[in-house]
């Protein structure tokens, strides 16, 4: 990775120099270069239901074409339908089907293995010099849904800039960095352990845990790097509740075969075995009768601006309410302006450390007894979220 990084780093100084400014960098005058890659653990995408879509998630990228000077190369693990593209094509507002058809390549590594499509493009030699010849070196940028080594390498093997965190800060986008950024913004965040790599560790952290807060019902583990949810899984702490102080330790890691796993078809056997190649935190587990799961999405600008797009209330399911299913837009508006606040400290901070591109927050809320509700950030999606 370090002979990539600074060549890495000095493409991306190039994109900061070329748009100093929001508006400039949505001027349109510029070919995009769409690597939809979901670049994640491939054992922990195993267990999202449709990863294999996750690819046309992207195709939202063809909005873009709506700038009759942009171009937009798309890149697919398998050739899209044509049906579907056109379906995009025809939302576009006052630009002829076949003005926008003509400014988007598609392009397909015919490869449906369970590989990431960065990794099977940088497979392909033939197909990276396709994608070269048909863009602008000096006005193009490559987009990612999630940016790791893999997008490092090919933003450089390209020559073209990647509008994406570097890798390098992959770290601020995990749970226990989350909650480091946290308690840099002075945002509200639960009570949790440090990150730990073993279960014996991750036994004793639980239990310091519930001896900083004995009113704790139940606790949430979760792997370092699980998504969707899919990395959680729930320790009711009722059945050991009266387990002598020194006791709890051994308590816990009894308890743990028996955890409520979120992910469908999920053991411990598998759970623990992730542990010290992804790490794990314990966290408390936020109780509330009227509870919501709030979420907001910024963008942070090369020029190092941040701009906040959206919020929305996440739709979840799953046994315990862990696990993404959809959201409804906009957020409620009685936090909504909080939200979006703490969203912009949040931002700041990123920014700060060199993040760039989109990133989420998930929170939760629970509403009080004086009507008022109150906002815990859970963590950070340093990737293109819902």
């Not at 193009?140 to 090919?154: A, H, K």
């Not at 799953?318 to 959201?327: E, K, N, S, V, W």
Request: include cysteine; aromatic fraction near 10%; hydrophobic fraction near 35%.
């Amino acid at each position: 990775d370090s002979e990539y990084g600074q060549q890495f780093r000095n493409l991306q100084i190039e994109l900061r120099e070329r748009w100093h400014k929001v508006e400039e960098f949505d001027s349109g005058d510029c070919d995009i270069i769409v690597i939809p890659s979901v670049s994640l653990d491939q054992k922990e995408m195993q267990k999202v239901e449709g990863a294999y879509h996750y690819e046309e998630r992207h195709l939202f990228s063809l909005i873009r074409l709506r700038n009759p000077r942009t171009r937009l190369i798309y890149i697919t693990s398998q050739p899209l339908h044509p049906m579907i593209v056109d379906y995009y094509l025809q939302l576009l507002p006052g630009i002829p089907f076949s003005h926008a058809r003509d400014r988007l390549f598609l392009f397909s590594t015919y490869d449906a293995s369970p590989k990431s499509l960065t990794q099977k493009i940088l497979e392909r030699p033939r197909l990276m010099e396709r994608i070269r010849q048909a863009v602008r070196p000096t006005k193009s940028y490559m987009v990612c849904y999630n940016s790791t080594p893999l997008e490092r390498e090919l933003s450089v093997k390209l020559g073209i800039p990647l509008w994406a965190s570097d890798p390098d800060l992959l770290y601020w986008g995990t749970k226990s960095g989350s909650r480091q950024i946290f308690a840099e913004s002075g945002v509200p965040y639960p009570d949790g352990s440090e990150l730990v790599w073993n279960v014996a560790d991750l036994a004793k952290a639980a239990a310091k845990l519930w001896e900083r807060q004995p009113h704790l019902q139940r606790m949430v583990i979760k792997l370092n790097e699980g998504f969707s949810g899919e990395g959680n899984a729930i320790l009711e702490l009722k059945p050991i509740a009266y387990t002598a102080p020194w006791e709890r330790v051994k308590a816990i890691r009894d308890c743990f075969p028996h955890l409520r796993f979120q992910a469908t078809g999920e053991t411990w056997a598998n759970f623990s075995s992730r542990i010290p190649e992804l790490g794990a935190i314990a966290e408390a587990f936020i109780e509330g009768s009227e509870k919501r799961s709030p979420s907001v999405q910024g963008r942070i600008v090369p020029s190092g601006e941040v701009e906040i797009l959206s919020t929305h209330d996440q739709i979840l399911g799953g046994p315990d309410g862990q696990i993404f299913l959809g959201c409804r837009f906009p957020a409620d508006e009685s936090y909504r302006l909080e939200l979006q606040e703490l969203g912009r400290k949040i931002g700041h901070n990123l920014a700060e450390k060199g993040a760039l591109e989109q990133f989420g927050i998930d929170y939760v809320a629970v509403r009080q007894e004086d009507g008022k509700w109150d906002i815990q950030a859970i963590e950070i999606n340093l990737r293109k979220g819902g």
